[in-house]
C-alpha cells in the first residue's frame, strides 16, 4: 500500500488476520502505519524512482491516499498490478474529469463550470441563479489536490470569490446544494467483477471535516437506499474500479446527487471494523487481491462512528477513563501527532438506541479529543414527510 497514514495502519491490521504479507511505502517512520508495519519501506510517493522500487518487490500495489502522479502510475504498472488502476484513480485526483465522467453515466451532481477568472464564475452564478436561488454562496473547488475540506472553498460573495481565484489554482465552480444530508456508500469490485455494497450510511461534516457516520443512514427512504447502492455498483463497474470505492452524495429533496469519490478504504466506512461481518479494510485486500468478497452485512442495528480531531492535549492519558466509563465503545487510536483539527482516532458503538449511541460515541470522542464533553450535535434530515389527514370510521350502519 503505498502511503502510510491511518487507513494503511488499519488495512495491516486486516492483513495481519489474513496472513497476507503487507508492506507500505511510508513518507516518514513516525507515520501512523510505519510505527506498526514490519514491512515498511520509507520513501516519497512523488518520487518515479521511490515508487518503482517499492513496486517490484510487490505483487499487488494499492494505495492509502490518491496523490501518486499519473506518470508513475502508468509505469509502475508495467511492473506489477495495479489496484485500482491508473485510469479510475485518474477521477479521484481529477474532480472535472469525474464531473465529467459522471455526467456522460447519466450520474446526477451539482451544476458545475471550471472557471478560470471572476467573470466566468459571475456567468455561473447568473446561470444558476434561475429557479435555485440567487447563486450565491457559490463553491468553488481546486481541480486537483483538495482532501477533507481543503480545497474548498464556499464564497457568499464576488469579493470572496475573486480572494479564491487569486490563488492561480486550478477551479471548478459548483451550484451551492441545499442538501437535507449528507449520505455515503460504500463498494467493493474485485477484478473477477464480482462486487458487493454496504448500507448507505450518513455521514456529518463539519468545516469539510467528517465527524460522525451513522450506520444505516436513519429513515431513509427504501427506494433512495437501493438507488445509491446501484448508483456505486455501476460506478466501479463503468470505471473499471478494483478495490473499494466510496461515493460521498448529498440527499436534496428526495434526490441523491454524488459530490465525491474515494477508491480505498474511506471514513465513511471505519464503523464495519466493529459493525459489520467484513471490515472495509479486509474488503479491499480481498479485492485488490481477487479473493471473493466477503459479506456487508451489519451485526447491529445500528453503528455510531464519532472521530476524534486533535484537540486540547495528549489523548492517551484520558484513555482509562473513556474505558472506564463505557466499557462498550470501541476506541480506535492512530498514532498520530496532535494537531488541531487533525483525525487522531475514531470511537465506535454499536446497538439499538441510536439517541444513546450518539451520546455514547460522541462523549467519548470529544473527552479523548479535548477531556471535556461536547454537546451531541443535532442530526440533520430531510423534513418528516407530511401527513395526510386520514378521516376514520369507526362504524357504520348496514343498509343506509
Ligand atoms: P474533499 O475532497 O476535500 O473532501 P468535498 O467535495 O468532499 O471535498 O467537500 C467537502 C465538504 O464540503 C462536503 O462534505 C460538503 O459538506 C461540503 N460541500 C462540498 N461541495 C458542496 C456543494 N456543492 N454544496 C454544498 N456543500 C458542499
Redesign the pocket.
Known sequence: MIGGGQLARMTAQAAVGLGIEFRVLAGTAADSAAQVCAGTTIGDHRSASDVLAFGAVCDVVTFDHEHVPGVHLAVLERLTSVRPGREALRFTQD?RAMRERLGALGVRC?A?QPVTGLAEVLDFTRRHAAGRGTGWPV?L?ATTG???????W?CPSADAAAEVLSHGVALLA??????DR?LAVLVARSPAGQGVAYPVVQ?V?RD?I?REVIAPAPNLDDDLATRAQETGLRIAAELGVTGLLAV?M?EAGGELLV??LAMRPHNSGHWTIDGAVTSQFEQHLRAVLDLPLGSPAPTAPFTVMVNVLGGDGDPYPRLVHVMAADPGARVHLYGKQVRPGRKIGHVTVTGRDLPGLRERAWRAASWLSRGTEEPVPELPGPAAPAVAAVRVRTGFRRGR
Not at 483538495?146 to 474548498?152: A, L, N, R, S
Not at 459548483?174 to 442538501?179: K, L, N
Open positions: 474532480k451539482p458545475y463553491v473547488k483538495g482532501y477533507d475540506g481543503k480545497g474548498v464556499v459548483e451550484e451551492h446544494v441545499a442538501f449528507e455521514t461534516q469539510g467528517c460521498e448529498f459530490n465525491e
